[in-house]
């Protein structure tokens, strides 16, 4: 089982910046894949951002070129650094990690999903 805290949600005026984070309760280097979801009132959850352990990382085309996504594995803490916010970018962030837990999981397609209880990100001014 995996842990998952988020920190670093409040409220911040269009324009602004905000950064999550993201501490797990094991090592992040064990685990397939990192991310972040959000999900605005009356919404599905949708993905914002994931990263890998090689670094490669992958963004939603709403925020591409505001929001980035990191990584500290001595930390075992994944960031979302959020600037340029604007008011749709309001949402409960969640924080999420993808596990393998049969290998190879590109075969065996056997992947447990955790997640945070959520942040909440205001944008208002």
């Known amino acids: 089982q995996v842990h998952l805290v988020e920190s670093g949600g409040g409220l911040v005026q269009p324009g602004g910046s905000l950064r999550l984070s993201c501490a797990a309760s094991?090592?992040?280097?064990?685990?397939?894949?990192l991310g972040w979801y959000r999900q605005a009132p009356g919404k599905e959850r949708e993905l914002v951002a994931t990263?890998?352990?090689?670094?490669?990382?992958d963004y939603a085309d709403s925020i591409q070129g505001r929001f980035t996504i990191s990584r500290d594995d001595a930390k075992n803490t994944v960031y979302l650094q959020m600037n340029s916010l604007k008011p749709e970018d309001t949402a409960v962030y969640y924080c999420?990690?993808?596990?393998?837990?049969?290998?190879?999981?590109?075969?065996?397609?056997?992947?447990?999903?955790?997640w945070g209880q959520g942040t909440l990100v205001t944008v208002s001014s």
């Open positions: 999420n990690a993808e596990e393998c837990l049969l290998e190879p999981c590109a075969v065996t397609g056997a992947y447990l999903q955790h």
């Open positions: 094991k090592s992040i280097l064990s685990l397939n894949k």
């Open positions: 990263i890998r352990n090689n670094g490669r990382s």
